[in-house]
């Protein structure tokens, strides 16, 4: 009888050894390289011209883990001009993802390229560096489509013509995984 326990035991080891019911670990997930790309809508403050500024623009990020990722985005912001003054961004950077809650998840960035300018009455154009500080919450609605429920973004341009200019402003966009 004292026998039967202890057969038993290892019976149940060599089962659930040999079973293998899951191929990984439930608490690991894969952090494969992945591409995501989207269109967005703009309302910003140029700080230049008493009209804000509304236009359109397209993201793209790549993960290459949990911890290293990238942003770039274009933005043209060309409507509700005061006397022909709007401005364009293309800039790129790191992203940083803050946390996972639900199908949400937060970030931060800090993006660094240029911003271009036209002045008023179509007078002069300059191109100038522009910096960008921000973050928003993406939200997960499907495997491969995403809701960019809001990006937050201040700008800096440190050498522009007379001093700086802090243009800053919120977006919203959709986005697909590519893979």
Not at 82 to 102: C, K, M, Q, S, T
Not at 138 to 156: G, H, P
Not at 163 to 171: D, H, K
Not at 172 to 179: D, L, M
Request: aromatic share 16%; net charge positive; no cysteine.
């Amino acid at each position: 009888m004292r026998r039967f326990p202890a057969f038993l035991l290892i019976f149940l080891i060599v089962s659930a050894a040999a079973s293998r019911a899951q191929v990984a670990p439930s608490a690991e997930k894969s952090h494969s390289f992945s591409l995501t790309a989207g269109g967005m809508g703009s309302f910003f403050q140029p700080d230049y011209g008493p009209n804000r500024l509304l236009g359109v623009g397209a993201y793209a990020d790549v993960k290459f883990t949990r911890w290293i990722q990238a942003e770039g985005e274009a933005r043209f912001l060309r409507y509700n001009q005061f006397a022909n003054i709007y401005e364009d961004n293309y800039l790129v950077g790191p992203r940083l993802p803050v946390f996972h809650f639900w199908k949400a998840t937060p970030y931060a960035k800090v993006l660094i390229g240029e911003g271009k300018m036209n002045f008023q009455y179509n007078e002069a154009k300059g191109t100038f560096t522009a910096l960008a500080y921000g973050g928003g919450i993406d939200i997960r609605v499907s495997k491969r489509l995403s809701f960019r429920a809001i990006d937050v973004e201040y700008q800096q341009w440190p050498k522009w013509i007379s001093g700086s200019l802090a243009p800053y402003g919120v977006s919203a966009g959709v986005g697909y995984r590519i893979f």
